[in-house]
């Protein structure tokens, strides 16, 4: 009895101040709304950051097991290293320095490292 009575004064309340609060919660959920779509924007902006990552790692297999075969293999390291080094500079944009082993970095930093030199010429 006591908790039908409850349910009762529960009820009569929501229906008295349903008409006064609606606008107050509607406004609120629009605020949540747009801040769930900024968290998902943002989300959506990483994944598509680490699946450039992922390809751009393939690609730079690809060229490292190509370097020797390639007719011409200073041209195929120079774009090796600059491949290594837009990984690099992804991996640290993104913070994901986490996910990949000590020994990858540091590949990727030597081989970053002669990204910069003039004495490879970029194609």
Same mark, same amino acid.
Do not use: M, P, T, V
């Given at each position: 009895m006591l908790m039908r009575n409850f349910n009762l004064s529960l009820s009569v309340l929501v229906f008295l101040v349903q008409g006064s609060l609606s606008c107050s919660i509607s406004s609120l959920f629009i605020g949540e709304i747009e801040a769930i779509d *900024?968290? %998902? +924007?943002?989300?959506?902006? $990483? &994944?598509? @950051? *680490? $699946? *450039? %990552?992922?390809?751009l790692i393939i690609e730079l297999g690809r060229l490292e097991d190509g370097v020797v075969k390639a007719e011409n293999p200073k041209s195929q390291a120079s774009r090796m290293v600059v491949q290594a080094e837009k990984i690099l500079t992804m991996i640290q944009n993104e913070h994901l320095e986490s996910l990949f082993s000590s020994a990858y970095l540091e590949e &990727? $930093?030597?081989? +970053?490292?002669? @990204?910069r030199k003039t004495h490879l010429d970029p194609q």
């Open positions: *900024q968290a %998902i +924007s943002a989300s959506e902006k $990483r &994944l598509d @950051a *680490q $699946r *450039q %990552i992922k390809n &990727l $930093r030597f081989y +970053s490292s002669f @990204a």
